[in-house]
């Protein structure tokens, strides 16, 4: 092995503890409650997980919480970055959930088709 | 499938034996029924510190820290938290005293004060897997040591950093390597001692359970420094999941080119045997170490010549502890500077402290040198349970001493513990509260010694002999005042003309008991009284006859069938059946059983009455 | 004195032990780790067995003898099924390890040392195995039992036989 040879190793094996150093770019938090799962929320989480594995984005951390009490609009997803505040996204299904990471967490502009909410 | 949370079962010894393993199991069985198993990523660790809240688990990227799980805990925090994202209150953290929830890791009290160095890995990474320890820097310190420093240079650094030898003398890590390194010699050794074997230490244990690829990345840097081309853990037979995990991760250092020929491309050649020591106090001693890995009974012999001159098999050999080596790669990563910006003036970097006897939160916690031993004992270890007062630490297993009260504010580093008769040691403290005997504690730690002395020398065979029943006899209430200058004097003389370090601090317990405790050695002597109620000879079991309610729960516990009375009537104990196990005082419901004088007292104030009688 | 004649049985154990010993054979100071070996297969290291491995690795007996009676680890007698091994270090003590002991040898009526007339359990005690944060701990072969009382300690021995033997 040459020195090269480890900083490879350590570049990918960083990646998969990741999400014990608590750094990363944005955080995407998955309503999760009963009526956020009651709506599909487990594939919109599962649906996340899948794209942004695809796509390597591994600055992204995924998360889960209760409800917003937007339960019309179920399921919930909030996008936070740092320094950017916040959008909270409605009725994200698989399909929303594709595009926003297509757009917003790789673009940088959201999905304003979905967007219920902007804290800044 | 990205993960999304990282669960972190601790995995070490105190965890395992509180069937940390079965929770892990459950939590397999769990997350595969409800088709979690891609997104959540399940690991078992080494030991997190907080053993006596086991079994222990932190979930990230939140930082809830769970304690004291089981089975049953699992469904309901795969649902409440790893689905629904809100951790399950119920097994959360939570000081003992305040009982107010806390949901990150660095609230908890236990871990507020503490420096993890050392540590920082145990209980963060899977120590069975070589990519998660390389994903925190793993490997990397040796890389630049081998191809951008010369052996005189990392030697140089050491030294900068002022790191002393973590097994208990605190000899400079980078002098002990520059002896190593200018011993001529074609064929040269590194050992490392992780034959911990001071009773209340455990971080070895510990590193090697949970980082061990840290103790062998410390190897092989010491070893380029010194010039040597292989390297011996000496392990102790006691910690076999210690050896499991090593050898495990030597195999994967091995496999990765990492140890074996030609490291890093830069000519360095090293590799590692494991030798599992036979269970020999004495074998912590360096000289009788190496006696032991070249097969033979583990005595020691005087020095000079000093290993690093002639030690195994004649070649010059660098022994160094455990936790010396695993800090190593920090120093060569972050700078001999940050090392020794850590700590006080003479006793530099983080030291891991392991916390036990009678105290709230028992563990392992790393703390900077010279933080008091009131911070240690209260903010972090939470105090005394069950109310009651604290009495001393014993540090320094059987060669150390006992610090009381008064000393509470006394900066733990290496010359402060030394100039109050304890030692730093390899870091057991263990504290005793009210119902400790000294005089029991100090006869304890010489039987230990006694029984672990080697034979070699008379000061040490016979001498620490003498002592020990010099204190059983006051243990028995049958010693004279004298006894206790005759108890120095041999003390002093064991010390000046031992061996061995075993021989030579092993009055340090009596000698230090002696200092601060001497009204209990007293006690014994001139009132034939164990003022904790420890001494068998000198106490008695008594029911009170006001308070007993005739329950009969006494007299079913006692396994000797010392209590006699029918039910709803006044119990009596024959003194003379008991042996004083306790048994009785935790049954009895109303506290109705106390602890009296014994025998040898009242036998002595009746000849006193019969005397004044015939007077 | 007389010469004594080796007659080493030809059975798995001594087979593996043969095996070991090879496996040591070009490895510097290899008595201590043979011996552990051969206590695991054995169980203890009886007279034979020492007089094998003093042959084999052309190792003088007595020095084999000093070795094997120098080390807590080995044992020149047989020992039950299971060891019980309970912790007499300073935490365990202060911890009132010494009552654990106690009521573990008067439930399974031996002294330390000592093994039970069913030969299921050989009771013995240990120098601190690390465990402190459970204190008082003891172990039943390699596995830990931690926080107990003289009761607790009691139930765990008659709990583990009771599982062993509906096992079989």
Same mark, same amino acid.
């Given at each position: 092995? #040459?020195?090269?040879?480890?900083?490879?190793?350590?570049?990918?094996?960083?990646?998969?503890?990741?999400?014990?150093?608590? #750094?990363?770019?944005?955080?995407?938090?998955?309503?999760?409650?009963?009526?956020?799962?009651?709506?599909?929320?487990?594939?919109?989480?599962?649906?996340?997980?899948?794209?942004?594995?695809?796509?390597?984005?591994?600055?992204?951390?995924?998360?889960?919480?209760?409800?917003?009490?937007?339960?019309?609009?179920?399921?919930?997803?909030?996008?936070?970055?740092?320094?950017?505040?916040?959008?909270?996204?409605?009725?994200?299904?698989?399909?929303?959930?594709?595009?926003?990471?297509?757009?917003?967490?790789?673009?940088?502009?959201?999905?304003?088709?979905?967007?219920?909410?902007?804290?800044? | 499938?990205?993960?999304?949370?990282?669960?972190?079962?601790?995995?070490?010894?105190?965890?395992?034996?509180?069937?940390?393993?079965?929770?892990?199991?459950?939590?397999?069985?769990?997350?595969?029924?409800?088709?979690?198993?891609?997104?959540?990523?399940?690991?078992?660790?080494?030991?997190?510190?907080?053993?006596?809240?086991?079994?222990?688990?932190?979930?990230?990227?939140?930082?809830?820290?769970?304690?004291?799980?089981?089975?049953?805990?699992?469904?309901?925090?795969?649902?409440?938290?790893?689905?629904?994202?809100?951790?399950?209150?119920?097994?959360?953290?939570?000081?003992?005293?305040?009982?107010?929830?806390?949901?990150?890791?660095?609230?908890?009290?236990?871990?507020?004060?503490?420096?993890?160095?050392?540590?920082?890995?145990?209980?963060?990474?899977?120590?069975?897997?070589?990519?998660?320890?390389?994903?925190?820097?793993?490997?990397?310190?040796?890389?630049?040591?081998?191809?951008?420093?010369?052996?005189?240079?990392?030697?140089?650094?050491?030294?900068?950093?002022?790191?002393?030898?973590?097994?208990?003398?605190?000899?400079?890590?980078?002098?002990?390597?520059?002896?190593? #390194?200018?011993?001529?010699? #074609?064929?040269?050794?590194?050992?490392?001692?992780?034959?911990?074997?001071?009773?209340?230490?455990?971080?070895?244990?510990?590193?090697?359970?949970?980082?061990?690829?840290?103790?062998?990345?410390?190897?092989?840097?010491?070893?380029?420094?010194?010039?040597?081309?292989?390297?011996?853990?000496?392990?102790?037979?006691?910690?076999?999941?210690?050896?499991?995990?090593?050898?495990?991760?030597?195999?994967?250092?091995?496999?990765?080119?990492?140890?074996?020929?030609?490291?890093?491309?830069?000519?360095?050649?090293?590799?590692?045997?494991?030798?599992?020591?036979?269970?020999?106090?004495?074998?912590?001693?360096?000289?009788?170490?190496?006696?032991?890995?070249?097969?033979?009974?583990?005595?020691?012999?005087?020095?000079?010549?000093?290993?690093?001159?002639?030690?195994?098999?004649?070649?010059?050999?660098?022994?160094?502890?455990?936790?010396?080596?695993?800090?190593?790669?920090?120093?060569?990563?972050?700078?001999?500077?940050?090392?020794?910006?850590?700590?006080?003036?003479?006793?530099? $970097?983080?030291?891991?402290?392991?916390?036990?006897?009678?105290?709230?939160?028992?563990?392992?916690?790393?703390?900077?040198?010279?933080?008091?031993?009131?911070?240690?004992?209260?903010?972090?270890?939470?105090?005394?349970?069950?109310?009651?007062?604290?009495?001393?630490?014993?540090?320094?297993?059987?060669?150390?001493?006992?610090?009381?009260?008064?000393?509470?504010?006394?900066?733990?580093?290496?010359?402060?513990?030394?100039?109050?008769?304890?030692?730093?040691?390899?870091?057991?403290?263990?504290?005793?509260?009210?119902?400790?005997?000294?005089?029991?504690?100090?006869?304890?730690?010489?039987?230990?010694?006694?029984?672990?002395?080697?034979?070699?020398?008379?000061?040490?065979?016979?001498?620490?002999?003498?002592?020990?029943?010099?204190?059983?006899?006051?243990?028995?209430?049958?010693?004279?005042?004298?006894?206790?200058?005759?108890?120095?004097?041999?003390?002093?003389?064991?010390?000046?003309?031992?061996?061995?370090?075993?021989?030579?601090?092993?009055?340090?317990?009596?000698?230090?008991?002696?200092?601060?405790?001497?009204?209990?050695?007293?006690?014994?002597?001139?009132?034939?009284?164990?003022?904790?109620?420890?001494?068998?000879?000198?106490?008695?079991?008594?029911?009170?006859?006001?308070?007993?309610?005739?329950?009969?729960?006494?007299?079913?516990?006692?396994?000797?069938?010392?209590?006699?009375?029918?039910?709803?009537?006044?119990?009596?104990?024959?003194?003379?059946?008991?042996?004083?196990?306790?048994?009785?005082?935790?049954?009895?419901?109303?506290?109705?059983?106390?602890?009296?004088? $014994?025998?040898?007292?009242?036998?002595?104030?009746?000849?006193?009455?019969?005397?004044?009688?015939?007077? | 004195?007389?010469?004594?004649?080796?007659?080493?049985?030809?059975?798995?154990?001594?087979?593996?032990?043969?095996?070991?010993?090879?496996?040591?054979?070009?490895?510097?100071?290899?008595?201590?780790?043979?011996?552990?070996?051969?206590?695991?297969?054995?169980?203890?290291?009886?007279?034979?067995?020492?007089?094998?491995?003093?042959?084999?690795?052309?190792?003088?007996?007595?020095?084999?003898?000093?070795?094997?009676?120098?080390?807590?680890?080995?044992?020149?007698?047989?020992?039950?099924?299971?060891?019980?091994?309970?912790?007499?270090?300073?935490?365990?003590?202060?911890? $009132?390890?010494?009552?654990?002991?106690?009521?573990?040898?008067?439930?399974?009526?031996?002294?330390?040392?000592?093994?039970?007339?069913?030969?299921?359990?050989?009771?013995?005690?240990?120098?601190?195995?690390?465990?402190?944060?459970?204190?008082?701990?003891?172990?039943?072969?390699?596995?830990?039992?931690?926080?107990?009382?003289? $009761?607790?300690?009691?139930?765990?021995?008659?709990?583990?036989?009771?599982?062993?033997?509906?096992?079989?």
């Amino acid at each position: 092995m #040459k020195l090269e040879d480890l900083k490879k190793i350590r570049e990918k094996a960083e990646k998969d503890i990741v999400l014990r150093d608590g #750094k990363s770019r944005i955080k995407v938090t998955v309503g999760m409650g009963t009526s956020g799962i009651a709506a599909g929320a487990r594939e919109t989480l599962k649906a996340f997980l899948e794209e942004i594995e695809k796509r390597g984005l591994h600055d992204v951390l995924v998360t889960q919480a209760g409800e917003k009490g937007l339960s019309s609009h179920e399921p919930v997803v909030t996008v936070s970055e740092e320094g950017k505040g916040q959008v909270v996204y409605g009725n994200v299904t698989r399909d929303v959930a594709v595009k926003i990471v297509a757009e917003h967490l790789v673009n940088g502009s959201p999905v304003s088709a979905n967007i219920i909410e902007v804290n800044k | 499938m990205k993960k999304r949370l990282d669960v972190l079962i601790c995995g070490g010894g105190a965890c395992l034996s509180s069937h940390s393993q079965d929770v892990k199991n459950k939590f397999i069985e769990v997350l595969k029924a409800k088709g979690l198993t891609d997104e959540i990523n399940l690991v078992e660790t080494g030991c997190m510190g907080p053993c006596e809240m086991g079994p222990v688990m932190v979930v990230y990227p939140d930082g809830s820290f769970y304690v004291q799980l089981t089975e049953n805990d699992v469904e309901p925090i795969v649902e409440e938290h790893f689905l629904k994202g809100r951790p399950y209150q119920k097994k959360l953290w939570a000081a003992p005293e305040a009982r107010k929830i806390v949901e990150e890791k660095r609230q908890v009290p236990f871990f507020e004060k503490q420096q993890k160095v050392v540590l920082a890995l145990c209980g963060k990474i899977d120590p069975e897997s070589v990519d998660e320890y390389i994903a925190n820097r793993g490997y990397e310190a040796l890389g630049k040591v081998v191809t951008e420093m010369t052996p005189e240079a990392v030697i140089e650094e050491m030294l900068k950093s002022g790191q002393r030898g973590r097994g208990g003398a605190g000899f400079p890590t980078g002098l002990k390597w520059k002896f190593g #390194k200018a011993s001529e010699g #074609k064929q040269k050794y590194i050992v490392c001692n992780a034959d911990e074997g001071d009773p209340g230490a455990f971080m070895d244990r510990a590193v090697l359970e949970g980082d061990p690829h840290s103790v062998i990345e410390g190897m092989a840097i010491a070893a380029y420094s010194i010039g040597a081309d292989k390297g011996f853990v000496y392990c102790r037979a006691e910690y076999p999941l210690a050896i499991k995990r090593l050898e495990a991760a030597l195999k994967q250092a091995r496999a990765m080119g990492l140890l074996g020929k030609n490291i890093f491309e830069s000519g360095f050649s090293f590799d590692i045997e494991v030798r599992m020591g036979a269970g020999a106090f004495v074998c912590g001693e360096e000289t009788a170490l190496m006696a032991s890995i070249e097969g033979k009974r583990g005595q020691p012999r005087p020095k000079p010549p000093f290993p690093a001159q002639k030690g195994l098999w004649g070649h010059p050999t660098v022994i160094n502890n455990v936790e010396t080596l695993a800090a190593i790669r920090h120093i060569i990563l972050n700078g001999a500077d940050w090392y020794a910006s850590i700590g006080t003036e003479k006793s530099k $970097g983080t030291k891991v402290f392991a916390l036990s006897g009678k105290v709230v939160n028992t563990g392992l916690v790393e703390v900077p040198m010279g933080i008091t031993l009131r911070e240690l004992l209260y903010d972090i270890g939470g105090g005394i349970p069950n109310g009651k007062k604290f009495k001393a630490v014993q540090t320094g297993g059987p060669s150390g001493g006992c610090i009381p009260a008064a000393h509470m504010d006394t900066p733990l580093d290496y010359e402060s513990l030394t100039k109050l008769g304890a030692i730093m040691g390899s870091g057991g403290v263990i504290v005793l509260d009210e119902d400790t005997c000294m005089v029991n504690v100090a006869k304890f730690f010489l039987e230990f010694s006694v029984e672990e002395s080697c034979g070699q020398c008379a000061p040490c065979r016979i001498g620490l002999k003498q002592m020990h029943d010099l204190l059983e006899k006051i243990c028995e209430g049958k010693g004279k005042m004298e006894d206790l200058d005759l108890l120095e004097s041999l003390a002093h003389t064991i010390k000046a003309t031992s061996l061995c370090g075993l021989g030579q601090t092993a009055p340090n317990p009596v000698l230090s008991t002696m200092k601060y405790f001497r009204d209990e050695y007293e006690a014994h002597i001139k009132e034939q009284r164990c003022p904790a109620g420890v001494c068998k000879d000198l106490i008695s079991y008594v029911v009170d006859e006001s308070k007993c309610i005739g329950c009969t729960a006494c007299a079913r516990t006692c396994p000797v069938s010392a209590i006699s009375g029918a039910p709803k009537q006044k119990h009596r104990i024959d003194p003379s059946i008991c042996t004083r196990c306790g048994s009785c005082i935790v049954k009895c419901p109303v506290k109705a059983i106390y602890i009296g004088p $014994g025998a040898v007292k009242r036998e002595v104030e009746s000849k006193k009455l019969h005397l004044e009688k015939t007077l | 004195m007389e010469c004594q004649e080796l007659h080493i049985p030809d059975n798995p154990q001594y087979r593996e032990l043969k095996r070991i010993i090879e496996e040591y054979r070009n490895v510097p100071g290899p008595l201590i780790q043979v011996l552990n070996r051969a206590q695991r297969i054995f169980g203890y290291l009886p007279r034979e067995v020492q007089l094998y491995v003093s042959r084999e690795l052309n190792v003088p007996l007595s020095e084999v003898y000093g070795v094997v009676t120098f080390y807590n680890f080995f044992k020149t007698e047989p020992v039950g099924k299971h060891i019980v091994n309970v912790c007499l270090g300073t935490a365990c003590h202060v911890k $009132g390890a010494q009552r654990v002991v106690d009521a573990l040898a008067n439930e399974l009526k031996v002294e330390i040392g000592q093994t039970s007339q069913d030969g299921f359990y050989t009771l013995s005690t240990a120098r601190c195995f690390g465990a402190c944060g459970l204190a008082p701990a003891m172990m039943i072969d390699d596995e830990v039992y931690g926080r107990l009382t003289p $009761g607790k300690a009691v139930e765990v021995i008659k709990e583990f036989q009771k599982n062993e033997t509906n096992q079989n």
